[in-house]
């Protein structure tokens, strides 16, 4: 069974703040990974993509991936109460689930103004 | 010009009915999918169709038939509607599911509350 774990949260933090996202994934040879925000009542929407280890960023997203230690995390600079919304990990898996993602439960994040 | 498009945005039937979602996508992608999203808010994948070929087909109740007439069109048909089969149903496209950078879009969702 494929897992991806994420803290449920809620996570709070003040506006202006970084949020720090985290995910880690059981299958050790997964090779793809996203992040997407899903606001209350909408669909998920893609925020981030990385496959290789180390840093990627985008505007304030930056994403973090760790393959030896099966971890991956969002970082979200400058926190903006627009930001509040549920994020969802996932992760695709190689080999014959090709075609598949397992997303994790979300984080819920909540920023304060 | 939505990319991915479900009709109908929501859906209320009781107990025992046949329904059907349909969805379309204008991007050209090869492959679709269908998640099931809870109230918990799991986003669990159903069935997965590339270019009209099933690929993916979760435990999920022989009630839910999935059928791609082409690749631009997935849809479900759910048989004997059950209390457990409220919840949110995702369509989603990709370019294709088999290459590693491969991202998937999701439409707006169908809302289905059995009663």
């Known amino acids: 069974q494929k897992e991806v774990e994420q803290n449920s949260g809620p996570l709070s933090v003040p506006e202006g703040a970084i949020a720090s996202l985290n995910c880690t994934y059981s299958d050790r040879v997964s090779q793809s990974f996203f992040w997407y925000r899903q606001y209350s009542g909408k669909s998920p929407e893609l925020i981030m993509s990385?496959?290789?280890?180390g840093d990627k960023e985008d505007g304030r997203f930056t994403a973090q991936l760790n393959k030896a230690s099966q971890y991956v995390s969002l970082l979200i600079r400058d926190s903006q109460p627009s930001d509040s919304a549920t994020y969802l990990c996932a992760v695709r898996h190689s080999g014959a689930g090709s075609y598949q993602l397992t997303f994790g439960k979300g984080t819920k994040l909540s920023v304060i103004p | 010009d939505t990319a991915v498009s479900q009709t109908p945005k929501y859906l209320v039937t009781q107990m025992g009915n046949d329904k059907s979602i349909k969805c379309e996508q204008n991007?050209?992608?090869?492959?679709m999918y269908w998640y099931k999203q809870d109230s918990k808010k799991f986003l669990k994948i159903m069935f997965s169709y590339n270019n009209k070929e099933l690929i993916i087909n979760e435990t999920v109740p022989n009630r839910f038939s999935p059928k791609s007439p082409d690749k631009a069109h997935l849809n479900l048909h759910i048989n004997s509607l059950e209390l457990g089969d409220s919840a949110v149903y995702f369509c989603?496209?990709?370019?294709?599911?088999?290459?590693?950078?491969?991202?998937?879009?999701f439409g707006p969702g169908t809302r289905l509350t059995v009663l």
């Open positions: 990385i496959y290789s280890n």
């Open positions: 991007l050209g992608h090869d492959t």
């Open positions: 989603a496209s990709s370019q294709d599911g088999g290459i590693v950078t491969d991202t998937q879009y």
